[in-house]
């Protein structure tokens, strides 16, 4: 599985496409909420005051190597990115362990988000495979 970590920065979740030599790449944003004193960007604050803010981490996942015009190529660039997902959700926990949500709505929230474009390239790999027979 090709993963590469972009950014850990604060922002919402947002999903979106990159062009790697041509590749198609998806962006997986995986976004927890977490209490710091040393809030970038205070989203809240807990019932004790403590600052609250949003951590995203970011992976592009890449299309290299697969055909996404065929079925199994389709499946195999849904898993990388819910791998990728699931990946940013555990470094995320890792890093700030009372974060919310846990990390399995999180990586589902995450997926979800960069599924849209996912299956715009899948869709657009099928249009070009059936208007070249």
Not at 79 to 93: D, F, L, S, T, Y
Not at 103 to 131: F, P, W, Y
């Amino acid at each position: 599985m090709k993963i590469k970590p972009i950014a850990l920065s604060t922002a919402a979740l947002i999903a979106g496409m990159a062009l790697a030599q041509g590749l198609p790449e998806v962006k997986v944003e995986a976004t927890r909420v977490v209490a710091s004193e040393m809030s970038a960007k205070t989203v809240g604050r807990s019932t004790n005051g403590v600052p609250i803010q949003d951590v995203t981490l970011s992976y592009g996942v890449s299309a290299a190597g697969l055909d996404l015009s065929t079925h199994t190529g389709a499946v195999a660039f849904e898993q990388r990115v819910k791998e990728a997902a699931e990946q940013a959700c555990k470094e995320i926990g890792r890093q700030y362990p009372y974060a919310t949500p846990s990390e399995a709505v999180c990586a589902k929230t995450a997926a979800d988000g960069a599924m849209a474009r996912v299956h715009e390239l899948i869709a657009a790999a099928e249009k070009i495979r059936t208007a070249t027979k």
